[in-house]
């Protein structure tokens, strides 16, 4: 099982379906308001994917977007949150991934995609 996430600032109505209308088939997810945990379900080269959104992530104004699935329409976090970016113009952040479950996070870099270009941060 593959997985993305990344963490999308000041998320507008429907901008993640927009988004991945064009590049996942059958796509079902509800995202015309987000302020609860969404659900949804598509096909990419025919496998099912599950992609979830969380809101409220990282100090309210973000909001995790996770796609799982046997294959992934993107190589790396990074790609996905480019992608996302070029789309809906707005704020981005991805690991680097290189973090695993349970290491400490306090000095993390995280990748940072916006106006100001792609910046490895400390997200606070």
């Excluded at 302020?35 to 949804?40: A, E, H, L, Q, S």
């Excluded at 976090?77 to 704020?91: F, P, Q």
């Excluded at 290189?98 to 995609?113: A, Q």
Aim: proline share 5%.
């Amino acid at each position: 099982m593959q997985d993305l996430e990344i963490y999308i600032r000041d998320l507008e109505p429907g901008a993640v379906s927009g988004w991945l209308a064009n590049h996942l088939d059958e796509l079902e997810l509800d995202d015309g308001e987000v302020t609860r945990v969404i659900k949804g379900v598509a096909r990419y080269e025919g496998e099912r994917l599950r992609i979830s959104l969380y809101p409220g992530a990282f100090g309210k104004r973000f909001t995790s977007l996770v796609i799982e699935g046997p294959r992934v329409p993107w190589n790396r976090d990074l790609d996905c949150a480019r992608s996302a970016w070029r789309a809906m113009d707005t704020e981005i952040r991805c690991s680097p991934g290189d973090w695993k479950e349970g290491e400490p996070v306090e000095d993390e870099k995280w990748w940072r995609l916006d106006h100001r270009g792609e910046q490895q941060v400390v997200w606070n």
